[in-house]
């Protein structure tokens, strides 16, 4: 967006604005008052850490900036050290509500093994999900397709000590 109008940055600055924690709160199947039905875990024997992170707006500096989604996904990484896992094997799955898109962003491990259309796939089970209203169905099938991808392309041998919460972070 750095060539984005006057217009433009006021409007997706308006958008963010008016996106709300109730709205990450429908996605995770929480109610007004917080409680979730459930943390997002991955398999006791799941070779990879998958970590999902619900934004209801980005930060007001950082909409008008032009951040990418794809930007904020990798900074988010980076801030909640994903990749700090001894395998290289964290995943982030992160929604941002404001813009309605989905980024993926895999360890250098995993993103080896796992090309940029498959986790494409995935973003497209959460966002069609989502535009039928489906928040909490559809992001319980892009975070099982995620296991199903790191079973494949990294099969366990054993089980592993859970590196990184399960919990989602609502932001």
């Known amino acids: 967006m750095e060539h984005a109008s006057f217009g433009q940055r006021l409007g997706r600055v308006i958008r963010h604005w008016r996106s709300s924690k109730a709205d990450a709160q429908r996605l995770s199947g929480s109610n007004p008052r917080g409680r979730r039905a459930g943390h997002y875990r991955r398999r006791a024997n799941a070779p990879g850490e998958v970590r ?3 934004e ?3 930060p007001t500096d950082e909409a008008w900036d032009g951040i990418s989604n794809r930007q904020r996904a990798l900074a988010l990484f980076a801030d909640y050290g994903v990749w700090d896992t001894e395998d290289n094997c ?3 799955l992160y929604v941002n509500l404001a813009e309605h898109k989905v980024d993926i962003v895999a360890d250098r491990g995993i993103d080896r093994k796992i090309d940029s259309s498959t986790w494409q796939a995935v973003c497209r089970t ?4 989502f535009k ?3 928040y909490h169905e559809a992001t319980l099938a892009a975070i099982e397709q995620v296991n199903s991808l790191l ?3 990294f099969p366990a041998n ?3 000590p859970n590196e990184l919460p399960d919990k ?3 932001l």
């Open 132 to 134: 039928r209203g489906n």
């Open 151 to 153: 079973r494949e392309h």
């Open 90 to 92: 964290g995943v982030l």
């Open 52 to 54: 999902f992170i619900v």
């Open 126 to 129: 959460m966002t069609e999900g």
């Open 168 to 170: 989602p972070i609502m």
């Open 158 to 160: 054993g089980t592993r």
């Open 56 to 58: 209801a707006a980005l």
